[in-house]
């Protein structure tokens, strides 16, 4: 390796994206949990400047427990491509995880190991690596959670703490997510007509995604059940589609998620729908990318046994 001088190096993170990560932690206060930083950074000599500018969330296709978690790759390389189309100049910086459901109050060994696997990589994109690291939660505070930041770079064996003063909070907005604070949903009864209801910032969310990459997904309301739900076609391989429906569920002040098919137009996916009965997800984009990821794996195996 090569003998480097100690990097400086100064972060600078939106509220907006401590809110999401910390929100994520709420989420999963027993397991860990993590995601994709994305964002903008400059380099000048030994200097280097990190604009953490988004936070890609881990996806539904994760491995997770107390001391290990494993994110959905797949989801997270689609969000990213679907940003960099519209950010030309996002970075991805690093990742972020927690350790605050086990004690352990630095990254492990696996992790240092991960890391420095990923900034020697030949295909990363940069000469460094940002890690966050959530390692407390704090309790009647006002940032909910303490956090420790490292920086990696390529070809050097060490692993640099960024101390506390580098650290700086704006107040800028976010790539991804687009919405971080919650919003009042408008959404149609089957009649055209439009009704106010509660506020969900996951909600909003999943209507972003939906936007994006299931525009025929659509938010309802029922008049008669009062109950938020989205309906419409799913595409997938083969130049097949089916109807999708995804029923919101507000218990105990939790929100939850499920989806079936409504009409498989003659596809192979029995046993599928009867194993999404009784599943429940925390987000409707989570579960539509759930069982659209299962019913493309069937028709594919399904297509070869012919």
């Known amino acids: 390796m090569f003998n480097f001088k100690k990097p400086d190096v100064e972060v600078y993170i939106s509220k907006n994206a401590l809110n999401v990560i910390f929100d994520e932690c709420d989420r999963y206060d027993f397991d860990e949990t993590g995601g994709r930083i994305i964002g903008a950074y400059q380099k000048k000599g030994n200097k280097y400047r990190i604009e953490v500018q988004g936070i890609i969330e881990p996806g539904s296709q994760?491995?997770?427990?107390?001391?290990?978690?494993?994110?959905?790759?797949?989801?997270?390389?689609?969000?990213f491509r679907m940003v960099e189309e519209m950010h030309p100049a996002i970075e991805h910086l690093g990742s972020w995880h927690t350790h605050h459901m086990n004690g352990l109050t630095t990254l492990s060994s696996g992790d240092r190991a991960t890391y420095q696997r990923t900034v020697n990589h030949h295909m990363h994109n940069t000469d460094f690596y940002y890690a966050l690291l959530v390692i407390e939660k704090k309790h009647g505070s006002k940032q909910r959670y303490v956090i420790r930041h490292y920086f990696l770079r390529r070809n050097d064996d060490s692993i640099?703490?960024?101390?506390?003063?580098?650290?700086?909070?704006?107040?800028?907005?976010?790539?991804w997510p687009k919405t971080t604070t919650p919003v009042p949903a408008i959404a149609k009864?089957?009649?055209g007509a439009e009704v106010q209801v509660k506020t969900n910032e996951g909600r909003a969310r999943d209507q972003e995604f939906f936007e994006e990459f299931h525009p025929d997904l659509k938010p309802l309301l029922s008049k008669k059940t009062n109950v938020f739900y989205w309906k419409g076609k799913l595409s997938l391989i083969g130049n097949t589609s089916l109807d999708v429906l995804v029923i919101e569920s507000d218990q105990d002040g939790g929100w939850s998620y499920s989806v079936t098919a409504t009409n498989n137009e003659g596809l192979p996916i029995t046993e599928i729908l009867e194993r999404y009965k009784d599943r429940d997800f925390k987000s409707a984009r989570h579960a539509v990318l759930s069982i659209e990821r299962d019913i493309n794996q069937e028709l594919y195996m399904n297509r070869n046994r012919v």
Do not use: C, G, N
Not at 62 to 79: C, G, L, M, N, Y
Not at 163 to 169: L, W
């Open 62 to 79: 994760v491995t997770r427990s107390a001391t290990i978690f494993v994110p959905d790759r797949e989801h997270q390389t689609k969000v």
């Open 160 to 175: 640099y703490e960024i101390p506390d003063s580098k650290v700086h909070i704006t107040d800028e907005p976010l790539v």
């Open 189 to 191: 009864t089957k009649a």
